[in-house]
């Protein structure tokens, strides 16, 4: 049996569509413009790429847009400054620092630097602390996308085994925390886990967020089991060209899983949905208007 396909590009026109119109509430009922300021430092392809769809989506929106290209030489107070200026701007309600930064950057730093209210990214430690203890907070994009897939697939996830592979801070842990707020039994596993096959074997749900082309195989899924797969990784491919791949062996894996997550087409699309239904938050969070229900 063939798993359904969880399509995340048709979800997240739908979550856009919610957005718009929430968008255009706030713009005739209290004259708030949500305004979401993008900073890039260098000239990374694939960053550049994520930042050009970012400002795109959040002028489809009908959102203000800023993009801020700092070179990739550029100092940690230059940065600093810009991050210091968008948190003084009434029009912007999001920031989002476009990670990874040169290394004469320090990340935490800048993240740190950022207005908690306006950290869209979810990655700011007040918001990650909130997050932890069950307090309002922006949740980072990409498991809040992850989150709304999987309830909107299987509906109440409570007491359902979930597996999230990759501990990271943008990623693995705030998943986790994710999961457990929706009453999952959740494990988190890492480059450390013994028998990793076993412990994928056990879950109900399986999220797999390492950054290693296909690792998930076939064998490691339970049979029917939801996979969301928020790898993304370039490989070689014919004739010279490179294609998209998850963490997880897509064609071995539909065959067992009951629903599964493609890549591209899956989580990606949902991660910027979900930063767009962040700025929208941020700008009401920050107005006290009451904030609607997006995600
Ligand atoms: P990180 O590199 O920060 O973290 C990877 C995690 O995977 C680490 O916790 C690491 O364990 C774990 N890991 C590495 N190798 C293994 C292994 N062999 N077995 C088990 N665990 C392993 O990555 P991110 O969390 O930032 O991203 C993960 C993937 O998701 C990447 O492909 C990235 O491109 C993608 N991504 C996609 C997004 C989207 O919008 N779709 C958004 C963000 C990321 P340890 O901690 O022990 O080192």
Not at 138 to 164: E, F, H, Y
Request: glycine share 8%; charged share 20%.
């Amino acid at each position: 049996m063939s798993a359904d396909i969880i399509d995340g590009k048709a979800f997240s026109e739908k979550v856009k569509a919610r957005v718009a119109a929430q968008v255009e509430i706030l713009k005739n009922q209290s004259n708030l413009t949500p305004g979401l300021a993008v900073v890039l430092v260098g000239e990374d392809p694939a960053s550049q790429v994520y930042v050009r769809n970012k400002n795109r989506s959040t002028v489809a929106a009908g959102m203000k847009s800023e993009e801020i290209k700092l070179p990739a030489s550029a100092l940690q107070e230059e940065v600093l400054a810009v991050v210091n200026r968008l948190n003084e701007d009434p029009t912007i309600h999001g920031i989002l620092v476009q990670l990874p930064l040169p290394e004469q950057v320090d990340e935490m730093a800048i993240l740190d630097a950022i207005d908690p209210a306006k950290d869209v990214d979810g990655f700011h430690v007040v918001n990650t602390g909130r997050q932890a203890v069950g307090l309002p907070a922006m949740v980072p994009c990409t498991p809040l996308g992850c989150i709304m897939m999987l309830k909107d697939r299987i509906g109440d996830l409570s007491g359902l085994n979930a597996v999230v592979v990759g501990r990271s801070n943008i990623v693995g842990k705030p998943m986790a925390n994710l999961l457990l707020a929706e009453n999952c039994t959740v494990t988190i596993a890492h480059s450390r886990t013994r028998n990793l096959p076993e412990v994928c074997k056990a879950a109900d749900i399986l999220i797999a967020a390492v950054g290693r082309p296909k690792m998930i195989e076939g064998d490691w899924v339970k049979p029917g089991a939801t996979v969301i797969d928020v790898g993304i990784n370039r490989i070689p491919a014919e004739e010279g060209k490179t294609r998209l791949v998850g963490d997880v062996d897509f064609a071995a894996v539909k065959e067992v899983a009951g629903a599964i997550t493609p890549v591209p087409g899956g989580v990606g699309p949902m991660t910027i949905a979900c930063l767009l239904a962040n700025t929208v938050t941020a700008a009401c969070r920050i107005a006290e208007i009451e904030e609607p229900r997006i995600t």
